[in-house]
């Protein structure tokens, strides 16, 4: 098997993994599949370091990438999916069948970065990270032991993305070569923003909706999480964003100029 | 999810396994996908008995049957699959992609025991071990690391099998149910937006427009027109239109209190 671009476009991301072991695992089954770009958030300090120095530790865990927060580890992303074994809390993301949800994934990886995420073995994802995924996936575990080892976990998910790539190779080489051309005509203005785009017209929303009052002057951060999915949630194309910025940056000029000029 | 009968006559076999730890996350993803009879033939004697002492062990782990060898451990099966890596040495069996070898064990499991071998950590199955079987089937790592964790191999076979015989049966009637209940509870929220709404949405954004002197005031019907597709691109959910339309509106009465205020 070469390595395909589509499977290269992908950033395993795990937050806040306490178990070397599990990193370690999550990194065997990355090569196995043939991913290679792994980004830890936040891992437990010791754990990570003890990772990375275990025998035959590849080049993989070595080129892992830290980041401090999640938002930062999906900056380039254009999609970001969440994984979770939860049914029953009240979701505020769609959740999909990983076989459904892969097939999604393999179609925006043909043309860019794409992460997934997966939470601590404790707590899984918090809302906070959630709130920075478009959508979510699950493995079909059953109710009485819903919870999978992080290690196996990943491996499930990465080989369900392999599996389908697999299957559909000669398909999605055909897709790329077409979408290639599009591009070339500069017809790719449709696709999702980066998060990195998306993350700044969040933040000037956020100066909007305080400035106008929308938010009272306590709003926390928990009002934050509920607007950054909100925004998430409309997928704004790459195309538009500069666009949208500009919008919000006129309200919030606008309003601010307002203020001065008030008695 | 019900214990269905056809996952109920699987036998997972774990020949020669040296690691405790990998003994566990076998059993862990077994009682994650339904499996429950687990047979361990030969098992480093010290491994086996801390995983079944391991905190959290299972009643799967205790209940696991001990055998002295392959023979005895696939007696009662109908037929038995073997699992390997490898792919250039001279096989004797039929080599088969996990994705087809897994409907073939369904159909199988359907009517008695079936069982899957897994060879040790460091030399897998053995010649003698293989013969034992009547095919193996293989999982798709690449050829550069192809060699799974066993713990990460157990969950990627026992999720194919899932995956399969819940495509084809449970996991459909799942999904009917939880989208007839999501519909019910008028958690379609994650659809479209009809236009009507995403026309008044529209209609408050041009007046943000006018009010924040993003459009000159002469501007005309072809700016409309394109900041209408600009919004149609959004595709707002329908569970968001009251909530953006509220951020529009309140900017507006914002821009405007402040207006009105000007000297």
Redesign the interface.
Known sequence: ?TVSLELDHLRVVLVRTRNP?NIG?AA??M????FHHLRVVNPYEVAFRQARSAVGASALLANAEVYGTVDEAVADCSLVVGTTAVRNRELHH?LR?I?YGARLMLKQLASGPVALLFGSEKAGLSNADLSHCHWLVR???????????L??AV??CL??L??DS??KSTHLSEKAKSQKSRKSQGLDS?QSAPMVEVERITSVLFD??R????WNPGAGAATEVKVRR?VR?????VG?AE??L??LR??L???R???K???
Not at 233 to 237: A, G, M, Q, S, T
């Open positions: 098997m072991l695992a065997r089954a090569s196995n599949f043939g769609q069948p076989e493995i079909p575990t059953r109710e009485e032991n819903i919870s999978m080892n290690g196996q491996a499930v080989y369900e392999v599996r697999q299957i449709h909007v909706l400035a106008t009052r929308y909100l949630r409309l997928n704004i194309p538009d666009v949208w500009g919008i006129q309200i000029w606008k309003i100029s307002g203020e000029s008030l008695p």
